[in-house]
């Protein structure tokens, strides 16, 4: 099973972006497909989850949006109105399992499948 991100660049405050999340050898159709990142120095911060509804960071409510399509082997990012704090490598995660509860879906040990991450840059 891989998940191959791709997306990520370097971009100016205001600027939005598409991540994109590729799985080969399996499918998430019944589970969990999320997004996770970590900025330099800081730990890995939940981001965004589809699962048995979609859930978000309150950092990033309003302004990204998550999605999944192709059976659930391809899953997406739109992040709009970027912010410097937003820099980060994203990764993208995936799980055979759906959750009861929204801090389920934002704990990072509850996805068995990771992906490479990919950089993200936002300019002031």
């Known amino acids: 099973v891989q998940l191959q991100a791709s997306g990520g660049g370097t971009v100016q405050t205001g600027d939005s972006l598409r991540l994109s999340c590729t799985v080969s050898?399996?499918?998430?159709?019944?589970?969990?497909m999320g997004w996770f990142r970590q900025a330099p120095g800081k730990e890995r911060e939940f981001v965004a989850a589809?699962?048995?509804?979609?859930y978000y960071a309150d950092s990033v409510k309003g302004r990204f949006t998550v999605s999944a399509n192709n059976g659930a082997k391809t899953l997406y990012l739109q992040m709009n109105s970027l912010r410097p704090e937003d820099t980060a490598t994203y990764y993208c995660?995936?799980?055979?399992?759906?959750?009861?509860?929204?801090?389920?879906?934002?704990?990072?040990?509850?996805?068995?499948?990771w992906g490479q991450g990919t950089l993200v840059t936002v300019s002031s």
């Open positions: 589809d699962g048995r509804g979609t």
């Open positions: 995660v995936g799980d055979d399992r759906t959750f009861s509860t929204r801090y389920s879906y934002t704990q990072a040990n509850s996805y068995y499948y």
């Open positions: 050898g399996h499918t998430f159709s019944r589970g969990t």
